[in-house]
């Protein structure tokens, strides 16, 4: 039985308030061998008083050895099973420029790029044309119909965009435009499955007037797809939980994602210093608060050590004004790790705190990695976390008798 | 979704060499309670300078309580799921005298068995005959002929030997011969599912000759067939993770197994003491290197402690020999633990040890058992040891956007 199928079956109502801070990238490596990782070099000391008299642990965001996207790291953590679920790329980007995607729409990612004059493609990004002809272009190519369906169109960064299909009946398996390097002219889309031969034949019309329309464009004068996909049929929080949920998040996909799931955003939260406002504004309104925090991920991304640590900082800062709401359930965690060594996502596990009065003691005195290998949650996957926080929550009822 | 999967999806091309030590049954318990494991009485200043810098774990080998044979012992160190992929005893003993199973041979094991003028069991090993015998009595019954297939035999040891039919649309479910207890005829093989009936047909038919051949002998004067099963249909390391992947073993067993999953085998290896050249001078050709070392699990199923001990001393010596060649992973670890004091496998979790650029300190000092629940690996199933070195040899890519 899976997990989410025993959810639906216990969750019962509850005045409770659980907040999920997640704080993107979390958790790391040192630079060097016997070093400190960013986390275990930031000073925290409202994580550490909290860990003090709560609990922790590791958790594998999907599988061991797996790095997981944002996607399926988020997912994860919303308690939704990441392989289950899987969000292609073109959904992604959608949901990054905070898109709303409907069920019936199939989002394509975008590329400029440069043909000759015999189609062959000479560079697949067109030259990296800024966002300024990007956002020209884009909305130059909204001129065109594609007949039976509503077609939109979003500039996403530079030589990238996302379009959109919306209309019955379309599938989300249709194979990649793009060649994968130069020399070769841009692939057909064409369907992997029956079911998707129409949404194959849409885009072709679609890439055929875009053709036209870029013909006489430079550098950027055709185009190629990637990571078509539907959105997919995720069940809501709501549903799966019985939770009222809202995100308090300031970049789209986080958004956006939550979104996928049915959450609330409250898209007038523009920075991070607004967020605990928001928070404490909504506090009566929702049961589960996801609160988001992007810059730890993005230093780690960097590779920059001591900014995430900085950054590792700030969001222990964010901890008292959370405790004054007086949540009855607080998680603290990220959705991968990032360790700045590496210069991108990883497998490694991620630190999770979790404070709750119905935590049992695990002697753990500092949130860092190594500390969290003690703590009394063990290492365990993700998508078990949201069990964890509904049952310190008060929101599960027994199962069996 | 397998876990198999993922790993063919997401692997990717890389100049990185994974090393993956393994030390039959390494892993033990204390004579005493109070006492110290195999493990841990030995001096291993190598392991525990390598454990200091790099992290490590304990392994499950299937489930927790289950105790594996080498059989699905090696296939969860290699990352094949060992319930999925369940290899026949049959198999097992053809792979041990490296007779090379093609994708349409059945092997059975066989016993030489004495039965009474009624054809009554009366012993089931038919007195333990040497070897000398065996080998005998193996050459005589290659007379034999079964029409419409070829066969093979082997002789293995003492009493027992290995017969092999090749032929198209055998299939692998058929019935033991032995009955199992003294005082009853033998069985006539019989067909589980009805794709077998044919190979049941052609074994009996083996069996009937052999009693002719066998009647005038004493006292190995009649057969048994025991296990009887196909080659296992299993894909190859270079298929799942795009790995070209040797053997450095010395057992035929260790050896075959390896085959299965399509790794190279370096035939001229002989002797221990040869290993570690072998493993240099075929250093630029494979990416993974199996380098498997027998005398731990020997001596700890002999209940040799003090044998075992420096069984497991000498593994220790081998460790600055193959960190000379800089692999970029380095894996050590058992397939089952074999405590001196079982004197047999065990279902204890395995230590292991992981060391790489890209590990996260987990403040353990020792490579034993002990320490080793300490470790940052946590408590996994081996089936996930090889995307974990996979993610280390950065031969993953990111699952999902």
Redesign the interface.
Known sequence: MDVQELMRELHQGSESKIVMLVADGLGG??IE??GQ?ELGTASTPNLDALVKDNTCG?MTP???????????GHLGLFGYD???Y????GV??ALGVEFELGPNDVAARGNFCTVDENEIIIDRRAGRISSEVGIRLVEKMKSIQVEGVELFLRHVKDYRFVAILRGEGLGGDVHDTDPGAIGKAPLSPTAAVPQSERTAELFREFIKQAGEVLKDEHPANMLTLR?IARRPNIPTMEEVYGLKSVAVAVYPMYRGLARLVGMTVLTEVQDTAQQLGALRKNWDAFDFFFVHYKYTDSTGEDGYFAEKVRQTEIVDGMIPGILELNPDVLVVTGDHCT?S??K??????IPVLLAADTCRPDGVEQFN??QC??GGL??FESRFLMPLALAHAGRLQKFGA
Chains 1, 2 share one sequence.
């Open positions: 490596l040192p061998k016997g990782t590791l999907v599988l061991p050895g797996i790095t997981p996207g944002s996607g399926p990441p392989l289950k899987q969000i292609g790329r992604l980007e990571g360790p060594k590496l991108s996502h990883s497998w490694h596990p990695e190594t290998i003690y063990g290492q």
